[in-house]
């Protein structure tokens, strides 16, 4: 099973919050925890104790902070091209078209049982997306969230790739949601009706959350009162 970890999409809404890019924003290893780690790095740890093939997709601007990390953990680095659209275009080099492919978004905070949940729908081969469907009672996101994504024909997923990419320049799906477009295709619903269905979406409901822009990162209860240097505000 390869495990590609992408954090090459573009920080747009991370805005430079804390002076860092948000997979290198200080996190709780554990909810109450006072380890206190990287973003990413607590991704990629959980990562390699899961498989021995983990790939980390690296920003073309500024790869080394990234490479550096993946040497220490034992994973292998893809640095993206400028300019990619979003975590599957940027990733798409390294899908192993021979076996099961999974793609964590880099900026999340996981829970171990989150990941379980993830490579347990995994290893049931075909495609699955795991994520939130609706807004969480326990970080305080109003809204639905995609986490991570499996499947095992990279033929097919290039297709979708390429059909989702169609669809959105043609304007008839939001170009923000590459993840949730092709989730709807493989549905067969509406590409801008928020609808999720089994057996393509497996529901991850717990502290696991996208630390995608500064309001995630000052609620979630992982980095709740972290400052830049990793400790606890007064």
């Known amino acids: 099973m390869r495990v590609i970890v ?7 809404k991370w805005g430079g919050y804390l002076g860092v890019r948000s997979h290198f924003a200080p996190a709780r290893a554990f909810l109450g925890s006072g380890l206190v ?16 093939d983990v790939w980390l997709v690296a920003p073309g601007d500024e790869p080394r902070p990234y490479e550096s990390l993946a040497r220490f953990y034992g994973a292998r680095t893809h640095v993206a091209q400028p300019g990619t659209r979003n975590e599957f275009e940027s990733t798409r080099t390294v899908w192993a078209p021979d076996r099961t492919n999974v793609l964590l978004l880099g900026d999340v905070w996981w829970t171990p049982e989150a990941f379980g949940r993830v490579f347990a729908g995994a ?18 996101t109003p809204y639905g ?47 801008r009706e928020h609808l999720v269905q089994p057996p393509w979406w497996v529901e991850v409901d717990d502290a ?13 209860p992982a980095t709740r009162g972290l400052h830049k240097g990793g400790s606890a505000c007064a």
Do not use: C, N
């Open 145 to 191: 969230e995609i986490f991570a994504q499996s499947w095992t024909d990279s033929t097919e997923m290039g297709r979708l790739t390429d059909t989702v990419r169609s669809e959105q320049d043609s304007g008839r799906a939001d170009r923000t949601k590459h993840g949730w477009t092709m989730l709807r295709m493989l549905q067969g619903t509406p590409l």
């Open 208 to 220: 696991t959350d996208d630390i995608d822009v500064p309001a995630d990162y000052r609620r979630h």
């Open 123 to 140: 290893a049931g081969g075909g495609f699955r997306f795991y994520g939130r469907e609706q807004a969480s009672t326990l970080t305080g």
């Open 37 to 52: 780690l990287p973003l990413l790095e607590l991704a990629l740890m959980q990562a390699v104790f899961w498989s021995r």
């Open 6 to 12: 992408a954090a090459a999409g573009p920080q747009t």
